[in-house]
């Protein structure tokens, strides 16, 4: 008899056991939701907060290119008088501009010629922020570079 009360015991035990889990279980029920909720709008916030970031940093990059192949493209029209390299310049600046910038309300272009030196400044305005980006480039004569960099390898060989 011993035995059986102990077998009816242990059985009762487990039959306890699992009353007690399910009511955990029922308890806690719909936390998964709720945790889940709050970490996907959590993560749905961050991944648009890296991509505004990427956009932003796209267009500063966009601009600071397009500054750069104005000046270069100005700096290249070395026989020609300043208004014609101004509009190489502009020429330049719009053809990266065109396609490549994002969400931006204005640019702003100033192009100066100065003596032998072309400088492109620019101005780009989104919303709050404003980006600003100066290229600068010295218009080199070809034709005079190439014969000073053949004197210098003459004098380099001399000396050997």
Not at 121 to 135: G, S, V
Request: charged fraction near 35%; glycine fraction near 4%; proline fraction near 1%.
């Amino acid at each position: 008899m011993y035995k059986e009360d102990k077998k009816s015991n242990r059985k009762e035990d487990t039959k306890k056991m699992k009353d007690r889990m399910k009511k955990r279980i029922k308890d806690n029920r719909g936390s998964f939701t709720i945790e889940a909720a709050v970490i996907i709008s959590f993560l749905v916030i961050v991944v648009n907060m890296i991509l505004v970031l990427a956009f932003f940093l796209y267009s500063r990059c966009s601009l600071e290119r397009a500054a750069a192949m104005g000046a270069l493209r100005g700096s290249q029209a070395v026989w020609e008088d300043n208004t014609l390299r101004c509009r190489k310049a502009d020429e330049g600046v719009e053809e990266i501009l065109a396609n490549n910038l994002l969400g931006t309300d204005t640019v702003e272009k100033e192009i100066t010629v100065k003596g032998n030196q072309i400088s492109v400044a620019l101005d780009m305005h989104i919303r709050q922020w404003n980006f600003h980006t100066e290229a600068k480039k010295k218009c080199i004569n070809p034709v005079l570079f190439i014969r000073n960099c053949r004197k210098l390898e003459g004098l380099g060989k001399e000396r050997k």
